[in-house]
C-alpha cells in the first residue's frame, strides 16, 4: 500500500483516498481525492467498527475540519487492531472500507 500525506498506509474507498491515524482511544480519518487532494468533509456522516483485543467497538465521527473526521472510544489502539469504516455522502460520496491504522500511541 502507498504511504499518504500522514505517513499512513492509503486505502482506496471508491473515488477517494482514506488515511487513518490512530492514537490512545482516538481516531482521525484523513479524507483524499483520487490526486490525493484534501476533500472537504463537513457534510455527510462516518462511523466505524474497531476490533481489537478480542472486542468490537462502534463509534462515530465527527468533522474535525479540512479533511478530517475524529472519533474516539472505549478502546486503546494497538498493532494488529482492525477498523472498518462506513461514510455516508462525505465529501459526496458514500463508501466502505477496512483499513490498517498506525501511529499507535
Known sequence: WPK???GV???DAGKQHWELVAKGGELT???LDADEK???VESGSAKAQVLVDGK???IEFK???GNMLKATGEFTAKKGMKVIVTTTKVGGQSFQARL????WG
Open 63 to 65: 468533522p474535525a475540519g
Open 9 to 11: 498506509h492509503i486505502v
Open 38 to 40: 484534501p476533500v472537504k
Open 56 to 58: 468490537t467497538h462502534n
Open 100 to 103: 490498517p491504522p498506525r501511529n
Open 4 to 6: 499518504g500525506p500522514q
Open 29 to 31: 480519518l484523513y479524507v
